[in-house]
């Protein structure tokens, strides 16, 4: 088990200097926030980003917390998606798009990787972007658990078609006999489908509770 938090030790002082600036911002925002502000529209775009500042800091965290690391890129981490879906679910999909794809520019910080442009694209702001799609849970159905499922299965099926895209173009030589598209929808599901789980049952836990129903209510607040 102490293995998973190796990584850790190689987190650079600069993403320690990013992570600590978000961490103060957001301290700041609260702070903020926690005052009677007059208008409500302002409010609620501080504790838009106030949130989401904490929530991509937290997902950064998370992903240095590895179960299991991908040859090729990719890992099996501790929730790392789990707090960019639950902000989308709480502020809405086009808050949870910005954060995807701040998060994604960090993922790219942690464990760059570039072989083209075009390749940066998908598999860093435009895979974590998709993240922000479960915003939409809420109106995919009445029933909150199963709006829920649908809206992260959504979001994450999308990042991961994004992963494969990249895989078929710019990682093909590594599928060797195989078929390229397969090797790349093996490979990026043997990571991603347990980190879909492990994504929504923590998320199926929390808006089962009240905690969920009063973040929901304190965005208006």
């Not at 910005?98 to 075009?118: E, K, L, N, T």
């Amino acid at each position: 088990m102490p293995n998973i938090f190796a990584k850790l030790s190689e987190v650079s002082l600069v993403s320690w200097s990013i992570i600590f600036v978000i961490a103060i911002l957001s301290i700041g925002g609260l702070l903020i926030i926690s005052k009677k502000d007059k208008h409500a529209s302002s409010t609620i775009t501080t504790k838009t980003i106030v949130y989401g500042g904490m929530c991509v800091a937290l997902s950064f965290i998370l992903s240095y917390i590895r179960l299991y690391k991908m040859p090729q890129g990719g890992s099996i981490t501790l929730a790392s998606m789990f707090p960019i879906i639950l902000y989308s679910l709480v502020f809405g999909p086009v808050p949870g798009i910005i954060a995807g794809v701040a998060y994604g520019f960090m993922q790219f910080i942690q464990d760059p990787s570039m072989v083209h442009w075009a390749q940066l694209f998908l598999d860093y702001p435009l895979a974590f972007a998709c993240l922000g799609l479960a915003g939409f849970a809420p109106k995919l159905s009445k029933n909150i658990q199963v709006g829920t499922t649908i809206g992260i299965i959504i979001s994450v099926l999308s990042r991961t078609i994004m992963h494969i895209i990249s895989g078929v173009v710019f990682f093909a030589e590594y599928a060797g006999e195989q078929s390229p598209l397969i090797y790349s929808i093996i490979y990026n599901a043997s990571y991603l489908v347990p980190e879909l789980i492990i994504t929504l049952v923590l998320a199926l836990i929390i808006v089962s509770t009240p905690v969920y129903s009063q973040l929901k209510r304190s965005t208006f607040i």
